[in-house]
């Protein structure tokens, strides 16, 4: 079965202007990423990982090539329809959780749900089934600060599956967690994409969470690493 690609990118170059200086944060990197399949990002700090996941996502214009989206060139999307496909389309998950400190979990998942044209029963429902799937109903009307490290990590998944996106975009979702909690939400995370054959690119820096993904793409100095397949290392 031919498998259909979602997201591709074509000679992406991302430079950043530091005074009179240029840092080359991405220079050439080529991918395809496929329907409903796990990617994992890894590499060393400062290799392009975050860049190339903004740029993915449409956060960030490239100095150079192109980010096609269901072969759309995302260079061609409006700023309107730019959020527009950041809201319909897509999810996104940081590092450091980015919840809104002064609503409550369950306010937080349903803000773009409000932001959708929700009605409030619907949010209630739909945020309902969200706090289930994350194990933290009981904790709904909590504010951040009111919930561990990992519970708000849970509560920024469930923001960002409020939409129903087609992809989620993880950077370092464990980045700040104990490994164990780290482990709980990257197990929630692969449960709730498989369920929905979502397509899920996550930078990580933890090696037990790259192999758990369908495929490892490796970063170096804003290049590509292309990984040996089976077949060389049988030749060689
Ligand atoms: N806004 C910026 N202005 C200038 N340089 C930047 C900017 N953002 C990133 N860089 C530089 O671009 C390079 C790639 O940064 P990036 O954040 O993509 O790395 P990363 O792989 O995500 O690293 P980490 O694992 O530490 O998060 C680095 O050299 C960084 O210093
Ligand atoms: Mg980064």
Avoid: W
Avoid at 90 to 103: A, E, S, T, W, Y
Avoid at 111 to 134: A, H, M, N, Y
Avoid at 197 to 214: F, I, K, Q, S, Y
Wanted: proline share 4%.
């Amino acid at each position: 079965m031919m498998k259909k690609t979602v997201l591709e990118t074509h000679g992406l170059r991302r430079e950043y202007r530091v005074g009179r200086n240029t840092v080359v944060a991405l220079d050439g990197v080529d991918i395809s990423i496929y329907e409903g399949e796990f990617v994992a990002i890894v590499g060393p700090s400062g290799c392009g990982k975050s860049t190339l996941l903004n740029l993915l996502g449409g956060l960030d214009q490239p100095t150079q090539g192109k980010v096609q989206l269901d072969s759309y060139d995302l260079a061609e999307f409006s700023e309107e329809q730019l959020a527009a496909l950041r809201r319909q389309e897509m999810g996104f998950i940081f590092q450091r959780h980015d919840l809104f400190p002064v609503l409550t979990a369950r306010e937080n998942i349903e803000f773009p749900l409000l932001l959708g044209g929700k009605t409030p029963e619907e949010r209630k429902i739909l945020s309902d089934k969200l706090l289930k799937q994350i194990g933290l109903l009981e904790k709904a009307d909590h504010l951040p600060d009111e919930l561990s490290g990992g519970q708000q990590q849970r509560v920024g998944i469930a923001r960002a599956l409020a939409n129903s996106p087609h992809i989620l975009l993880a950077d370092e979702p464990t980045g700040n967690l104990d490994s164990a909690t780290g482990e709980e939400i990257v197990n929630i995370l692969i449960h709730l994409t498989q369920g929905q054959g979502l397509t899920l690119v996550m930078v990580t820096h933890d090696p037990e969470v790259a192999n758990r993904a369908d495929r490892v793409l490796t970063l170096c100095d804003g290049h590509l690493v292309l990984e040996p397949s089976k077949e060389t290392e049988v030749l060689s």
